[in-house]
């Protein structure tokens, strides 16, 4: 094991893929001769030429739709919005073409795509592009959506989602580019399969579920909970679509408290649906009624105040998890 | 590799299998056994079958909604085509498609799409897939003349154009976007004139003389596997019928669609024909009575398919089955209360 970053790991994920299999090309703004716009590809198109790292107009919809095309001949497209924000303008591509083709041909077309790029809410970008997109994405069957938090989650959910039959997304977390982490060294072959979460820490006295940019908040929520003699799991869910439901129920059948904690909106986002398969699924199991910790549900302002107070941080995690625990 | 010599009395015959296979999916639309949107081709059939005439059997094709021609000029069954509408398991889509949505891989027709404009991009895919593995293959998309004021469709010409990409962009102009005119829709003197924007060369052709599509397709197909680049091509044409089945078509005068009907496609190839004495009033009447036949037993084919089984739901999810099919979990039973589990009321201080 050595310590990369998140970007680097990306990046490696996406050189072994195209030098793995010629069908597997990379495109998207600025991927080729600026190198990515958050550097992801840097390197790429040295290593693999203009004709597998492909720079394209800002055209969301029409790049996106002929990645769609090129996967129904078996290309593996991968395809990179300059942020998932800006994928809301090739909605269409995403949510009908992509995933519908395969049941609309009657299993004639399946789509071996992959929608990759930054997700979320980052640093005071305003409402427009600071989009969590996942519980949109998630909604569609036929797609399958995950949110790697660490460096290693991060290049082994890549390298399967590039190799898999089906359109798959990727959402990167822009805030952990830079973050560090521990990674099998190049060699090895690194795959995490889809619809496995991951347990980033052990603890006994209440579940936080997390994924992307709330798993790093939920471990140090974890360290902190830990002083005042509360022990808390972490579930990273890594996927959102296909949903470990096994890993969430065992570590509610342990702890018997549930916090969610999620980097999207609450009416409608990834929580409720957790939530609900929680109490549909092992009721019995729960001593406390389940929280969740979301953005609030209004347009993300500019105001570097405001925007904190909208998203999740580890003072309204750590208020939730109290209140799940009765002290 | 020169386009296959399609016999101009066999290509007649699809004309008419076209519009008789089309008359009974009215028909059946009317009987209430075809459901949803149902849009027909007839008036159009020259646009279509001149366009595959001048391509290979192994070229791409892939079209918008008013699909039923096209997987039929490809060599979908005729059989497959009306199970499809019915909504049947033997359907080129099995059932899970209907009308918008025809595919058949085997003969290279990558459908059937119904958001407007929404497959001119994927058209450029498949084209670019052609280049990326030094093919020479053509990919003709066709579309109607209400699609090409969607942004898909403008970002689609400019990646074309920038990747010179070996498509064949095919405006079916019949005049009518649903119920609105070009005119009504369109800043434009003519929709030709779109490609120009992309530096795109385009073309206007006849949509209602097959020859004269043919062998302008014909030209275009051969200097794209000369040296790949996109074209354009306006097909004027004009479709008899309404948008859908369920549109009387008000917004048109009836002296305008008798004005067409005068310039009818297959009555035009035929006298073309008849003129050069390669086709006689018998033989056409054989034609026509075998075209009548196939649609007519393709009826039967439909009502006598099984619908798809509803065990096979899921199966056309995910690719690959397993638990990323997204099948639902079996339910488990309840499991039984957790001995000593609180209440809230008697756990809260």
Known sequence: MREITYRQALNEALAEELERDPNVFLMGEEVAEYNGAYKVSQGLLDRFGPRRIIDTPISENGFAGLGVGAAMVGLRPIIEFMTFSFSLVAFDQVVNNAPNMFTMSGGQFNIPITFRGPNGPAHQLGATHSHATECLYANAPGLKVCTPATPRDAKGLLKTAVRDNNPVLVLEAELLYSSKGMVEPPDEELLIPLGQAEVKREGSDVSIICYAQTVPLALAAAQQLEEEDISAEIVDLRSIKPLDEKAIFDSVAKTHRVVIVEQDRPFCGVGAEVCYRIQKNVFDELDAPIMRVSQEDVPMPYNEKLEKAVLPNKDKLMAAVKKVCYV | ?349
């Open chain 2, 1 to 349: 590799m020169l386009p296959e010599q399609r016999d101009e009395v066999e290509m007649l015959a699809l004309m008419l299998l076209i519009r008789r296979f089309e008359e009974r999916a009215s028909q059946q639309y009317q009987a209430q056994k075809i459901g949803g949107f149902c849009h027909l081709y007839i008036g159009q059939e020259a646009v279509v079958c001149g366009a595959v005439a001048a391509t290979r059997r192994d070229d791409y094709i892939i079209t918008a909604y008013r699909d039923h021609a096209h997987a039929l000029a490809r060599g979908t069954s005729p059989e497959a085509c009306m199970a499809e509408l019915f909504g049947k398991e033997t359907g080129c889509s099995r059932g899970l498609g209907g009308s918008m949505h025809f595919f058949d891989r085997q003969n290279h027709m990558y459908g059937g799409h119904a958001i407007v404009g929404a497959h001119v991009p994927l058209a450029a895919g498949l084209a670019f897939a052609c280049k990326y593995r030094n093919e020479d293959r053509v990919t003709l998309c066709f579309f109607g003349d209400g699609a090409i004021n969607q942004g898909a469709f403008h970002e689609a010409l400019n990646l074309a154009a920038l990747y010179k990409l070996p498509v064949v962009f095919i405006c079916e102009n019949n005049l009518f976007a649903m119920g609105t005119s070009v005119k009504r829709s369109t800043s434009l003197k003519q929709i030709v004139d779109r490609a120009e924007g992309y530096d795109i060369p385009g073309e206007i052709v006849d949509g209602m003389n097959f020859r004269e599509v043919r062998d302008k397709l014909a030209e275009i197909i051969t200097s794209i596997r000369k040296e790949s680049h996109p074209a354009f091509v306006e097909a004027r044409t004009y479709r008899y019928r309404g948008h859908s089945m369920s549109d009387p078509a008000s917004y048109r005068t009836k002296e305008e669609l008798e004005k067409y009907r005068l310039d009818d496609p297959i009555t035009r190839l035929r006298a073309q024909l008849t003129r050069e004495g390669k086709l006689t009033n018998e033989q056409f009447d054989q034609l026509d009575k075998r075209g009548k036949k196939i649609a007519l037993d393709s009826v039967k084919f439909a009502e006598e398919s099984p619908d798809p089984p509803l065990e096979k739901l899921y199966d056309y999810n995910y690719a690959n089955g397993g638990m990323e099919s997204g099948r639902p979990r079996p339910v488990e039973p309840a499991q039984e209360r957790r001995e000593g589990a609180p209440s809230p009321e008697k756990a809260k201080p």
